[in-house]
Structure formats: structure tokens, C-alpha cells
């Protein structure tokens, strides 16, 4: 069995900082690449940023130079430093993982979502 839990999220005024972290345990061999998705109400869930095993980094562009993603393999757990949130950071967010439990099976494993809530 694997697990993936976010934690961090929370209430915070309009310039502040939060950091979201995405623990994965369980039966596993290799957390590879790691996604972080946010939904906000009546929207479709968008792609935030994600990481490779090897540390490359991607992000949308309505979070570049405000968000980073990191990552601690030994840990098996991935982070997202968010500064400067905004109202519109506003949403469930979501990691997903693409997760080897051994060499021949690797699958995609969701979170169940944390909270974000920025105030004006």
C-alpha cells in the first residue's frame, strides 16, 4: 500500500507565506516525478508545478518567481514554499506522484488535499 498526504495548507492575508508538503510512505521503491495541482471552486484542477526525481523543475506561469518546488528524497517527500500568495491562490491543493513500488510497476498515486485560503 502506498500513501501520499499533504499537509500545511491553511488561512493567510494576501502577501503572506505557506509551505505545502506531499509525504509519501508505504511499499516504495522510487517516488519519481511529483506534481502539485490546485482547485478552486467551479474550476478545473490546474497544474501548479512539478518536480522530477533528478530535481527539474516546471511551473505554471501564474506562480513563477512566487512558488518553489523541492524535493527530499531520502524523506520521500516534496514541498511547495508559496510566498507572496494572493487571493486568487485560493484552492484545494493536490499532489500527485508517479510511484514505483518495485522495478516493474510504477502507477499514479493522488493525495487527498489541503486547504489553501488567502484573504484580501
Known amino acids: 500500500q502506498v500513501q501520499l498526504v499533504e499537509s500545511g495548507g491553511g488561512l493567510v492575508q494576501a502577501g503572506g507565506s505557506l509551505r505545502l508538503s506531499c509525504a509519501a510512505s508505504g511499499r516504495i521503491y522510487r517516488l519519481n516525478v511529483v506534481d502539485w495541482y490546485r482547485q478552486a471552486p467551479g474550476k478545473q484542477r490546474e497544474l501548479v508545478a512539478n518536480i522530477t526525481r533528478g530535481g527539474s523543475t516546471n511551473y505554471a506561469d501564474s506562480v513563477k518567481g512566487r512558488f518553489t518546488i523541492s524535493r527530499d528524497n531520502a524523506k520521500n517527500t516534496v514541498y511547495l514554499q508559496m510566498n507572496s500568495l494572493k487571493p486568487e491562490d485560493t484552492a484545494v491543493y493536490y499532489c500527485?506522484?508517479?510511484?514505483?513500488?518495485?522495478?516493474?510497476?510504477?502507477?499514479?498515486?493522488w493525495g487527498q488535499g489541503t486547504q489553501v485560503t488567502v484573504s484580501s
Open positions: 500527485k506522484a508517479k510511484i514505483s513500488t518495485n522495478l516493474l510497476s510504477t502507477s499514479d498515486y
